[in-house]
C-alpha cells in the first residue's frame, strides 16, 4: 500500500513558540491531504482538509491563524502550530488521499505526539 | 446533526470471534470504511463497504444494510495482537469522512 511519513514523531516546545510538523506521500502524488488531531481516549478529529495549490478548508472551531498548513506540493504538506499552548497538546495526524471518484483510500502517517510545557 | 455509534470497550478470548456494531445517521452516503489503530499509532485501513452485504478479507469480514443504517466488524481466531480500538468512518454527501468515536477491543488469552 502507499506510504505516508510524518516528522517528527514526537515534539516537545515550550509554550508561545511554533511547530512545525510535515506530512509526505512518499509513492504517489496526494491532490488532497487531511489534518486530524487526537487527545487521548477520543475519537479522530478533523481539522482541516488541504488541496495542493489551494488554500486549507478548516472546520469549523479551527482557529487557521494558529494551524497554519501549506500545500505546495502533490507530495508535501506541512502544519505549523503557531503559539503553542498546552492545551495543543495532541497527537496529530495527517492522511493523504490516492485516487480520485467515489472510493478512494486514505493512508495515515504515523503521527506527531506534540508536548506543549 | 451527523452521528456515529459504536460501543466504547468490549472484551473478547483469544481463538474466539467478536462482532463490533456501528450504526450511523448522516447526510448522504458514500462508503463505510473500517480503520484498527493501536495505541499511540496511527489508524490503518481495514475494509470498505459501499453496496449492502458482506465483505471478508481473511480473518476479518465487514457487512452492510444501507436500510438500517447498520455495519459490523466480525473479527475470527482472534490473537492478541487484534487488542486495538477499531473506528468506523462513514463518508457522506460531500465525501467527507465522519468517524465514530472508535471501539477498545481487549482480548484475553
Known amino acids: 500500500g502507499a506510504v505516508v511519513s510524518q516528522h517528527p514523531s514526537w515534539v516537545i516546545c515550550k509554550s508561545g513558540t511554533s511547530v512545525k510538523i510535515e506530512c509526505r506521500s512518499l509513492d504517489f502524488q496526494a491532490t488532497t491531504m487531511f489534518w486530524y488531531r487526537q487527545f487521548p481516549k477520543q475519537s479522530l478529529m478533523l481539522m482541516a482538509t488541504?488541496?495542493?495549490?489551494?488554500?486549507?478548508?478548516?472546520e469549523q472551531g479551527v482557529e487557521k491563524d494558529k494551524f497554519l498548513i501549506n500545500h505546495a506540493s502533490l507530495t508535501l504538506s506541512t502544519l505549523t502550530v503557531t503559539s503553542a499552548h498546552p492545551e495543543d497538546s495532541s497527537f496529530y495526524i495527517c492522511?493523504?488521499?490516492?485516487?480520485?471518484?467515489?472510493?478512494?483510500?486514505?493512508?495515515f502517517g504515523p503521527g506527531t505526539r506534540l508536548t506543549v510545557t | 446533526g451527523q452521528n456515529i455509534d459504536q460501543p466504547t470497550e468490549m472484551t473478547a478470548t483469544e481463538g474466539a470471534i467478536v462482532q463490533i456494531n456501528c450504526t450511523y445517521q448522516t447526510s448522504g452516503f458514500n462508503g463505510l470504511f473500517w480503520y484498527q489503530q493501536h495505541a499511540g499509532e496511527a489508524p490503518t485501513f481495514l475494509s470498505y463497504?459501499?453496496l449492502d452485504g458482506l465483505e471478508e478479507k481473511g480473518r476479518f469480514s465487514s457487512f452492510l444494510s444501507r436500510s438500517k443504517g447498520y455495519s459490523y466488524l466480525l473479527l475470527k481466531e482472534l490473537q492478541m495482537k487484534d487488542s486495538a480500538s477499531y473506528l468506523c468512518a462513514v463518508k457522506d454527501s460531500n465525501y467527507q469522512l465522519i468517524w465514530g468515536a472508535g471501539t477498545k477491543l481487549i482480548i484475553k488469552p
Open positions: 463497504n459501499v
Open positions: 488541504s488541496n495542493e495549490g489551494s488554500k486549507a478548508t478548516y
Open positions: 492522511s493523504a488521499r490516492d485516487g480520485t471518484g467515489d472510493f478512494y483510500e486514505q493512508y
